[in-house]
């Protein structure tokens, strides 16, 4: 019974602090929060090299920036992009911050 009661309390602990959509982000989910790579991807050349969970300016919330790099015969371009996850994956927010191309010697 005791076992029981302490589970019943971990659960109901466990509920209160998921209300909390960021207590869940973390660079392994990102990906799945932001809706799929298919969101963040162009094109089959492209891949992602860098994924990170920041903070907002506010501390309150957080987003998720990840580095995306496309390579060919003349150089290689790279984009950021920044994903503010809702809590629906398909409704979060999908923004290019930077978009360079280099052309390689």
Known sequence: M????????????????SNDK????????????CGGKSRIIENDKEEIINTEVKDLR???GKYVEFTVVETDKKGGKYR???????????D????TVKTNYKLSN
């Open 2 to 17: 005791k076992n029981f009661i302490l589970i019943i309390f971990s659960l109901s602990f466990l509920s209160s602090c």
């Open 22 to 33: 960021d207590f869940f982000l973390t660079k392994g989910n990102a990906l799945l929060s």
């Open 58 to 60: 506010d501390g309150i």
């Open 80 to 90: 950021i992009i920044n994903c503010f996850p809702s809590e629906e994956p398909q």
């Open 92 to 95: 979060s927010i999908i923004k």
